[in-house]
């Protein structure tokens, strides 16, 4: 499997495809996948619409990344103080 995605992916690393291919058998991964995506265009609407005209990609992307390896809830409400997703740590 990691040869089919060394073949289909440019510039894809060694490592990364044999982990990829690895991962892949494990059940219910792609799912975790799929609603990541879903939450970040959540917030990314989210915030757009508390800027407006003001929003501009790169920063929100920049202030993502900056956020660090968090779970996209306590992102969000970072972000946004939006506490919807979070009441349950309070």
Known sequence: MADYWLKMTPLLDADVA????????????????????????????????????????????????????IPISLIRYEMTSNQTDVTRFF
């Open 18 to 69: 044999r982990k990829y291919a690895h991962i892949r058998t494990i059940p219910g991964h792609g799912l975790e996948y799929t609603i990541g995506n879903v939450q970040l265009w959540a917030l990314l609407a989210e915030r757009k619409r508390q800027l407006g005209d003001k929003f501009v990609l790169k920063d929100f992307h920049d202030t993502f990344i900056a956020k660090g390896r």
